[in-house]
């Protein structure tokens, strides 16, 4: 018999990244770096002159940042110990929109902080990506976590059998997303790994009807 399925992003639902992100942003390039807005592409000002940075640029500071610094990442508070428990119950996987050739140093970033799961890298909507894991690994049950509502919404799409749990573990950007939830696409809202790791493992074990 096959093993339940934990799917998790990883950057701020196991590691910090939008605060490292920006710290550098701003040593390196003179860049301040605000989400509070929930844009993305209108984060970014010149710390002198408030010039905003044109998205081509914005793109260009995330794949250096991945590129040399996520060694400046630390784990969300609880994710850890979190994952080792879910990894007792389930094969977890981490499913991460990186670049392909981040898939390596991602792992070993993880590993580095005690997280050491096998790593599926994706450009764009998480679902058909999901549903190649699933066919991969024919689990259970399978519960799928992520920080970005819209990836709740394109697994709900492909895989609605799927458990789905809107983690943000960032509280500089938590308030200011789209909740996948509110939106229908999630079967709970959870920012904080000590409330999540009871939901989880409830879903794993299928305790729980909707």
């Known amino acids: 018999m096959t093993r339940p399925l934990v799917i998790s992003d990883c950057d701020e639902v196991l590691l910090h990244m939008v605060g490292p992100f920006g710290e550098w942003l701003e040593e390196a390039h003179g860049i301040r770096f605000d989400m509070s807005g929930g844009d993305f592409a209108r984060s970014m000002k010149q710390v002198g002159t408030g010039e905003p940075v044109q998205l081509e640029d914005i793109w260009k500071h995330l794949k250096a940042f991945f590129d040399s610094e996520m060694h400046r990442q630390y784990p969300i508070e609880g994710s850890v110990s979190a994952i080792a428990v879910l990894a007792e119950n389930a094969d977890v996987v981490v499913l991460t929109n990186l670049q392909d050739q981040h898939r ?20 764009g909507p998480k679902g058909p990506a999901l549903q190649a894991i699933l066919d991969e690994y024919q689990p259970s049950r399978a519960v799928f976590i992520d920080d970005l509502a ?18 943000c573990g960032e509280p500089r950007i938590a308030p200011h997303i789209s909740c996948a939830l ?29």
Request: with cysteine.
């Open 104 to 123: 390596d140093s991602r792992a070993r970033q993880l590993a580095d902080h005690g997280i050491e799961l096998c790593v599926f890298t994706n450009q």
């Open 150 to 167: 819209q990836h709740h919404g394109s697994v709900a799409e492909i895989a609605p059998h799927v458990d789905r749990l809107h983690l």
């Open 182 to 210: 509110k939106a229908g696409h999630a079967h709970a809202r959870i920012d904080t790994w000590d409330h999540a790791l009871p939901w989880l493992l409830t879903r794993l074990h299928g305790e729980i009807e909707d």
